[in-house]
């Protein structure tokens, strides 16, 4: 296959974690890759090492809180990649909130900025594109944390039901012009992100088969997909859970130790 007419799939937070670990999928699928992560050096110094072809990937820096940045980084890969065929707004941060102190509403304001408004800064470049093309997907990682508000984390939960209401949105908007809206709700993934949380996680999976899984979901332009299934099964009994029962078990929770961004 020439290399012009491979696939293209964009990805933020591609340096760790479920970014890296789709990326890897990707490519081993025979498609191009373009990668945005905030330590580019370190990025395309871990993609060489990976003995990748140097025709089928490129990585651009951005933070996705930096509008600007990431619209470069989108424009960037037009220019040199084309017009991605998947755009998957993977960047973000999970960090323990805790509403009654003053400074922790600067901790929910980069939890919005980063996990929400980088969400929908990632997707804005490409979506006229992929409109007047009259193909293309776009993918939000979300959390099955979006289903209900668990003790300590209100930021995150917040954030990420935002998400699935922000891709639920699109899929609405854009379903005529034959662009695809995916959200994917990853349960507890073993990420550099995960490894620090000190309470059980449940049906913890590895990035690779994560990104297993999500490759086939993204490919068959689903919806909805809850990874690992297990975990699916939760999300349906919490969403379905009575209020007053669930406001039982959480309220005997301890709130979780919080996790500051490094």
Same mark, same amino acid.
């Given at each position: *296959?020439?290399?012009?007419?491979?696939?293209? @799939?964009?990805?933020?937070?591609?340096?760790?974690?479920?970014?890296?670990?789709?990326?890897?999928?990707?490519?081993?699928?025979?498609?191009?890759?373009?990668?945005?992560?905030?330590?580019?050096?370190?990025?395309?110094?871990?993609?060489?090492?990976?003995?990748? #072809?140097?025709?089928?990937?490129?990585?651009?820096?951005?933070?996705?809180?930096?509008?600007?940045? @990431?619209?470069?980084?989108?424009?960037?890969? *037009?220019?040199?990649?084309?017009? #991605?065929?998947?755009?998957?707004?993977?960047?973000?941060?999970?960090?323990?909130?805790?509403?009654?102190?003053?400074?922790?509403?600067?901790?929910?304001?980069?939890?919005?900025?980063? =996990?929400? @408004? $980088?969400?929908?800064?990632?997707?804005?470049?490409?979506?006229?594109?992929?409109?007047?093309? /009259?193909? /293309?997907?776009?993918? /939000?990682?979300?959390?099955?944390?979006?289903?209900?508000? *668990?003790?300590?984390?209100? /930021?995150?939960?917040?954030?990420?039901?935002?998400?699935?209401? *922000?891709?639920?949105?699109?899929?609405?908007?854009?379903?005529?012009?034959?662009?695809?809206?995916?959200?994917?709700?990853?349960?507890?993934?073993?990420?550099?992100?995960?490894?620090? =949380?000190?309470?059980?996680?449940?049906?913890?999976?590895?990035?690779?088969?994560?990104?297993?899984?999500?490759?086939?979901? @993204?490919?068959? $332009?689903?919806?909805?997909?809850?990874?690992?299934?297990?975990?699916?099964?939760?999300?349906?009994?919490?969403?379905?859970? #009575?209020?007053?029962?669930?406001?039982?078990?959480?309220?005997?929770?301890?709130?979780?130790?919080?996790?500051?961004?490094?």
């Amino acid at each position: *296959m020439a290399e012009a007419s491979r696939r293209l @799939i964009f990805i933020t937070g591609a340096s760790s974690g479920i970014g890296q670990a789709l990326a890897t999928r990707y490519l081993q699928a025979g498609w191009r890759v373009a990668l945005v992560a905030r330590r580019v050096a370190e990025m395309r110094e871990w993609a060489s090492s990976q003995g990748w #072809p140097v025709s089928q990937w490129a990585v651009y820096e951005a933070d996705v809180r930096d509008e600007a940045a @990431i619209a470069a980084a989108a424009q960037a890969c *037009m220019e040199s990649q084309g017009l #991605p065929d998947v755009v998957v707004a993977n960047a973000g941060i999970s960090i323990g909130v805790d509403l009654s102190l003053a400074e922790d509403l600067t901790v929910l304001r980069d939890l919005m900025d980063t =996990n929400v @408004i $980088g969400l929908a800064a990632t997707f804005q470049p490409f979506i006229s594109a992929m409109k007047l093309r /009259g193909h /293309g997907t776009l993918v /939000g990682v979300a959390s099955v944390a979006a289903i209900r508000g *668990m003790p300590g984390h209100a /930021g995150y939960c917040a954030a990420k039901a935002a998400v699935v209401q *922000m891709c639920e949105t699109l899929r609405g908007e854009l379903r005529a012009h034959g662009v695809r809206v995916v959200t994917l709700a990853p349960g507890y993934i073993d990420t550099p992100l995960t490894r620090a =949380n000190q309470y059980p996680m449940p049906f913890l999976m590895k990035a690779e088969a994560f990104a297993d899984q999500a490759f086939t979901a @993204i490919g068959q $332009g689903v919806r909805w997909r809850v990874i690992p299934w297990p975990m699916g099964l939760v999300t349906m009994l919490l969403r379905w859970m #009575p209020r007053w029962l669930f406001d039982a078990i959480a309220g005997s929770q301890q709130h979780r130790k919080k996790q500051r961004r490094q």
